[in-house]
């Protein structure tokens, strides 16, 4: 299961093209502020200034500095994008990263961010599955979403 291939559309570096056709609200992209990292690189290259201009999507950016295990600073900031009304989700991820910044992170909160991101309750579960394949909370809520509807992955 772990290299078959996602039966839904993965999100990664089509996040604009779907903002622009409704069917995700937010994106989030993480700069590191290292030499030959740019912000287009982080975008993957992906246009969002134009929408921000003309009030499609809404920008927010935060800055970090985290430590790497040497002890030296990383700077990254963090691009939030949001479709309008969505913007409360800005809020919630941060929460998220603080979370993860102090170590806490389980299946749950990655659902959790999932959600966010625009990810089906069915598509979650779905990763889930694969990246916590022994977690039990996976196993009780896949097997019972799996037995009681066929799962729509499109």
């Not at 839904?8 to 992209?29: C, D, I, Q, W």
């Not at 694969?130 to 979403?145: H, I, M, Q, S």
């Amino acid at each position: 299961m772990a290299n078959e291939p996602y039966p839904y559309l993965v999100h990664t570096n089509r996040e604009l093209e779907m903002m622009l056709a409704g069917s995700k609200p937010f994106a989030v992209f993480a700069h590191e502020r290292v030499d030959g990292f740019e912000k287009s690189d982080a975008l993957a290259n992906q246009d969002f200034a134009t929408y921000v201009a003309n009030g499609t999507v809404s920008e927010h950016i935060r800055s970090f500095t985290r430590r790497l295990p040497d002890g030296s600073p990383l700077d990254i900031d963090y691009y939030f994008y949001s479709r309008r009304g969505e913007e409360w989700r800005v809020e919630a991820f941060l929460l998220l990263l603080d979370l993860m910044g102090r170590g806490a992170w389980c299946s749950q909160l990655e659902w959790l961010e999932g959600k966010l991101l625009g990810y089906t309750d069915e598509q979650n579960l779905y990763h889930l599955s694969r990246t916590y394949p022994k977690d039990r909370w996976v196993a009780e809520t896949y097997g019972k979403l799996a037995s009681s509807k066929p799962i729509g992955l499109t």
